[in-house]
């Protein structure tokens, strides 16, 4: 499966901002789907995850309450809605793939990766 994620920009501090992560392939809705972000001069960490029917989500504390993950396979499209969003939401944002059911933090646990798309929060 290929992944292209969207929808980044700037934005103040307390705005909301809503990431697209287009996939390629008939096979998508058998795929658990993640966004991870990478900070400046950090490490890349987990954002949220949907598994593969949509009907179970785990978003990091960091983003619960705020960040919201949603699926629709007809469009093979899983978007990630930001509100209240912080200085330090400021990221790279990447969407990730693996295949199945299971919902797991790792990055190593993904296999397939999109681009990123930047989002800048100014305070």
């Known amino acids: 499966v290929q992944l292209q994620a969207s929808g980044g920009g700037l934005v103040q501090a307390g705005g909301s901002l809503r990431l697209s992560c287009a996939a390629s392939?008939?096979?998508?809705?058998?795929?658990?789907v993640a966004w991870f972000r990478q900070a400046p001069g950090k490490e890349r960490e987990f954002v949220t995850a949907i598994d593969s029917s949509g009907g179970n989500t785990r978003p990091a504390d960091s983003v619960k309450g705020r960040f919201t993950i949603s699926r629709d396979n007809g469009k093979n499209t899983v978007y990630l809605n930001m509100n209240s969003l912080k200085p330090e939401d400021t990221a790279v944002y990447y969407c990730?793939?693996?295949?199945?059911?299971?919902?797991?933090?790792?990055?190593?646990?993904?296999?397939?990766w999109g681009q990123g798309t930047l989002v800048t929060i100014s305070s």
């Open positions: 392939g008939r096979a998508f809705r058998t795929y658990t």
């Open positions: 990730a793939a693996r295949l199945g059911v299971v919902i797991t933090t790792l990055s190593r646990d993904y296999g397939f």
